[in-house]
């Protein structure tokens, strides 16, 4: 009886310290810091600051998979989004042109608001004839370039969450180690193709630094944006150009309507390559395998793998 009663009393003194080490594991997580909520325009912003936040920011963005960021118009969802962030990330030299002036005002109404190509020095920077005393916004086709806008999303982040500021600047490096390894393996890639065929044909112009960091020349139907359509004259002056130089192969974009490339291959008997990432990446965990390596066509490694393959493949 003595035995039993015992029993009872250890079983009991074990289930008062399960309860309470069980207790104290639920008190722990509730007193861990909540994620900090920032929001993103672009897909590319969107997996910069993601890459660099980690399970401690939650990256709210404003633009999905195959979104034209010269013709976004915000919603009325998306006011909420940026009112209720704790900073604003945006890719900056007028990309966003319609959102800019907001979110300018929103800086100026005490919003952290972080441009991230700020951090890309002018002299790294093109300004093409026909972009009209712009510059070309669209640094994102050179990883060099891009690894530069990760310390901007560093320090952003560790502006508004100095308690995570070293876990943003040990994956910032980390990612930043990344984009140097994938410029490596882009440079070898695209070395496939023989000089006579380094011609990028595009829909619009999207791919200047991509080309300037590889060695192509790159020709966009219709000039920087995408808000005028080509007319008729740049479309017969693309098609001649391609039939003069023996252009294999010429590329719609996700984000652009594919019509002008279709005409221009037909006119200048030219077959289509395939479907390049211009202006947004593709859709968040959608695999795909080409050159030995799979990737994730939703984050900005998966779409530079995607163009490169694709053009290779199109071209060599």
Known sequence: MKTRIMRRLSLRQVGAKLWVA??????????????????????????????????????QGLMGAAVDPHLYKPAATDGLKLNRSKAIF???LMLEGRMTDLFARMGRRGKKVYPVTEGIPESNLLEPEEFEGHWDPHVWGDPTLWAK???????????VDPGGAAG????????????????????????????????????????????????????????????SEAGLADIAKTADFIKQRGVKAI?????????????????AGVKIGGELFSD??????????????????????????????TIVEALK
């Open 22 to 59: 069980l207790a104290f594991v639920g008190a722990s997580a509730a007193g861990a810091a909540p994620a900090i909520t920032v929001a993103t325009t672009t897909t590319m912003v969107t997996d910069l600051v993601r890459q660099v936040g980690g399970g401690r920011v939650e990256a």
């Open 90 to 92: 945006y890719s900056g």
């Open 149 to 159: 806008c990760v310390d901007v999303v560093v320090k952003g982040l560790s502006d």
């Open 168 to 227: 943003y600047r040990s994956r910032g490096a980390a990612y930043q180690r990344e984009l140097a390894a994938l410029h490596d393996w882009a440079q070898k890639r695209l070395g496939e193709i023989p000089k006579g065929r380094r011609v990028l044909v595009t829909s619009h112009d999207a791919f200047n630094y991509f080309g300037k960091a590889y060695g192509l020349q790159v020709v966009g139907v219709q000039g920087i944006s995408t808000v």
């Open 251 to 267: 590329f719609v974009e996700s984000s652009v309507s594919p019509a002008v490339i279709q005409r221009i291959s037909k006119d």
């Open 280 to 309: 947004a990446c593709g859709k968040p965990g959608q695999m795909e395998s080409g050159g030995g390596e799979t990737y994730d066509v939703g984050t900005y490694i998966g779409m530079i793998k995607h163009n490169v393959n």
